[in-house]
């Protein structure tokens, strides 16, 4: 059986903890709220290694969440390394295990894995825990050894030292002592004014990447691996009715021709010959109960439903009687296209089913999920799914999918295999776009009711899209008939408002496959909201920032990352004809972001993105690096989608394939970019997220201070 990443079984578990020689493994037993102590197994800690401790007095931090590029592994191991005093450099990260009763995201309950800018704050408290009860192990065995007080015993860097004695020790030479010591019940953790780590930009801790060293799973090449390729339908929800593979049995290195549910597989020697077969496919599609509407069949129908009352998501005061004695209502209308995740690794997993069970290496981002589902499709116990989690080049919420699609195709194509052949799954580029999942499409129908200052009394907001949740293991957080992810930004709005309606429909026959996408509902309510809002600031004549500082009057950590953002960008301040800024702030995943964007247009209509500044509120900011380095990604990322990201639907088919028609921003579209971070005591919240849904706002607002038009629907272009 091959190995490419260090992985733990219980056996191996057992004996880590048990062995002298092996170094000290701590295992850590949290609740679901994180808050309690922790707790001993006696002996053999049960059931969450977290921590191993090494004779050549390398720390190595088994990190339960996967690395895509956000930081995790930095941000993680800096928890651990902080509370243990631990040497940075002697540091090491890997991916866990799939196995939910140890590694479970805090946030989500039982399940393992990775979302919602999560990563850090469901770990910040139990990975603190976790070293500073190593340390408070490794003191222990010291204060034994050398028969002194643990109070007089020192750690820095990994090294354990007693100043009245002269006696130190490397945590490696004490690694086996230590495993010997009961688990603290309660151990303590660091002040803020303690930190030596925590609040640094430290070297982030997943190399390689930049080496080639780093394996992603398009890297595997296990023995004896053969590679895959799909041929999905065109129309989403068709069917394989018969296929002619005459044609690909000729070629030298086709190993098989798989029909699965989704389409037909062409197994081959290398990827090259799999996609050759797989496009000499010839294939009738069954399509009965294919979706077969084009994007604006699709508006037309939500623009129809949005003339309607839909479901209430959030309800102050009494809007209708607002509206019909006001004597200033706006209104506008919003349209919001399909988008595709487009992360730089497109989908790919390597399948291997043997007698025991199945194996798989691949960007796990919910490791819990795709084991139930494996093991559903093989008749197995979930037990019986080994999910090795390695690198993954970008998700955006791809590889979050509730329904496992890339995953059970690897498994599928490989359980008509031999048994113990390892097949390697790729999607193209072009299978991505075109049969993947995507951001739904959405319309969005606002009105505002003003008093005599310009000051709305009344707002009325509706939302058409489909429901990303229902149909999926998330439908029980779909109450009455409300998909938080469609109504968030919109629902819990800030600004106060005294009379407040939120509706959703959630049109049920509209079969195209959707998906969270970075930032979720935020990506299309942030820019009805802070475009609207500035709408209504100029209607009063006010400034922008102002009129929201007023509005969020109870909302101090709103205020502060707008003012923050505003002083750095210079509001206010002249700037040059044919140019202009703006302004929008957005709460998501508990994070505070403000942005200004500073634009020029040109004679011809046409604009650049000069200047972005970005402000930040994510509680404590524990390694400020990776926070801007999140800040920036989020920016550019809603910046691509806001220039130009659009997925098209013709006849229920997808138009776009590739980079070159569905565009994301080049290097000279780069505007110049500040990151900005509020000092906090709070927990760590999001970062990963919360800056993209902020960045089409804030461009819309510039274009509308430099030529008065107003930018509702994306993308501008």
Not at 43 to 57: C, K, Q, V
Not at 173 to 191: F, N, W
Not at 341 to 353: G, K, L, R, T, Y
Not at 454 to 468: K, N
Request: net charge negative; glycine share 8%.
């Amino acid at each position: 059986m091959n190995r490419m990443i260090k992985k733990y079984n219980r056996r191996e578990f057992i004996r880590l903890s048990a062995s002298t020689s092996a170094g000290l493994t701590l295992a850590m037993h949290l609740p679901v709220n994180a808050q309690s102590a922790v707790k001993s197994g006696g002996g053999i800690f049960d059931p969450n290694a977290f921590i191993s401790i090494h004779e050549d007095n390398t720390v190595e931090i088994i990190i339960k969440h996967i690395e895509f590029g956000q930081g995790t592994f930095t941000g993680i191991s800096t928890l651990v390394a902080e509370e243990l005093d631990a040497d940075w450099n002697l540091v090491q990260a890997v991916h866990a295990p799939a196995d939910a009763s140890r590694y479970a995201n805090l946030r989500w309950g039982t399940i393992q894995g990775t979302g919602g800018s999560s990563a850090i704050s469901n770990s910040y408290t139990q990975m603190r825990q976790a070293g500073a009860a190593a340390r408070q192990m490794l003191v222990a065995a010291a204060a034994e050894k050398w028969k002194v007080s643990a109070g007089d015993i020192e750690v820095k860097d990994s090294v354990v030292s007693h100043a009245a004695t002269g006696k130190q020790a490397t945590f490696g030479e004490l690694a086996g002592a230590a495993s010997r010591q009961p688990v603290p019940s309660e151990p303590t953790i660091k002040s803020a004014a303690e930190f030596r780590l925590i609040g640094k930009s430290l070297p982030r801790k997943d190399p390689g990447k930049t080496s080639g060293e780093a394996t992603f799973t398009q890297d595997l090449n296990l023995s004896g691996q053969l590679t895959a390729m799909v041929a999905h339908s065109p129309r989403f929800g068709a069917t394989v009715a018969s296929f002619d593979a005459s044609a690909v049995e000729k070629l030298p290195g086709v190993e098989k021709i798989v029909q699965i549910s989704s389409g037909v597989a062409v197994v081959a020697k290398d990827y090259w010959t799999a996609k050759k077969g797989r496009d000499l496919l010839k294939i009738q599609w069954n399509e009965a109960n294919a979706f077969s509407m084009g994007t604006e069949e699709i508006m037309d129908s939500y623009r129809s439903l949005a003339e309607t009352p839909g479901t209430v998501a959030r309800q102050d005061g009494d809007v209708d009687a607002v509206f019909k004695s006001a004597d200033t209502v706006y209104e506008a209308t919003y349209e919001y296209p399909y988008l595709s995740h487009s992360a730089m690794e497109p989908m790919n997993c390597v399948a291997q089913i043997t007698e025991s069970g199945c194996e798989l290496w691949y960007g796990s981002q919910i490791q819990t999920m795709d084991q139930n589902a494996v093991a559903k499709l093989l008749g197995i116990t979930t037990e019986q799914v080994k999910i090795n989690t390695l690198y993954a080049g970008g998700s955006f919420g791809r590889r979050a999918n509730s329904h496992s699609d890339y995953v059970l195709e690897a498994v599928a194509i490989a359980k008509e295999l031999p048994q113990g052949t390892p097949v390697k799954l790729v999607w193209s580029r072009e299978d991505d776009t075109r049969a993947g999942y995507y951001r739904p499409l959405n319309y969005h129908r606002v009105r505002a009711a003003l008093d005599a200052n310009g000051m709305p009394l009344a707002w009325e907001h509706r939302i058409v899209g489909q429901s990303i949740m229902s149909g999926t293991p998330f439908a029980g957080m779909v109450q009455n008939n409300i998909d938080p992810s469609s109504v968030e930004g919109a629902r819990n709005l800030p600004y106060h408002i005294p009379n407040m309606q939120v509706e959703l429909h959630t049109p049920e026959d509209i079969n195209v496959p959707v998906l969270w996408w970075r930032s979720v509902g935020s990506t299309h309510t942030a820019h009805t909201t802070e475009t609207f809002i500035d709408e209504l600031a100029h209607a009063a004549g006010k400034d922008p920032v102002d009129y929201r500082m007023q509005l969020l009057k109870d909302h101090p950590r709103h205020r502060g990352v707008l003012k923050m953002a505003a002083e750095k960008a210079g509001w206010g301040k002249p700037i040059a004809a044919g140019r202009g800024r703006g302004i929008a702030v957005h709460e998501s995943f508990k994070s505070f972001v403000a942005e200004v964007a500073e634009v020029s247009v040109n004679a011809d209509g046409s604009f650049s993105v000069d200047r972005v500044v970005i402000a930040v509120d994510c509680g404590v900011a524990v390694n400020p690096d990776v926070i801007k380095a999140q800040m920036e990604g989020g920016m550019v990322y809603g910046l691509s989608a806001a220039l130009s990201g659009k997925i098209t639907l013709e006849n229920g088919m997808v138009k776009e394939s590739n980079f070159h028609d569905y565009q994301v921003l080049r290097i000279n579209q780069m505007p110049e970019v500040e990151v900005h971070i509020v000092s906090s005591t709070e927990s760590p919240t999001g970062v990963g997220e919360p800056a993209t849904p902020v960045i089409a706002p804030a461009v819309a607002n510039a274009l509308f201070a430099a030529t008065g038009r107003k930018y509702y629907n994306l993308p501008f272009a």
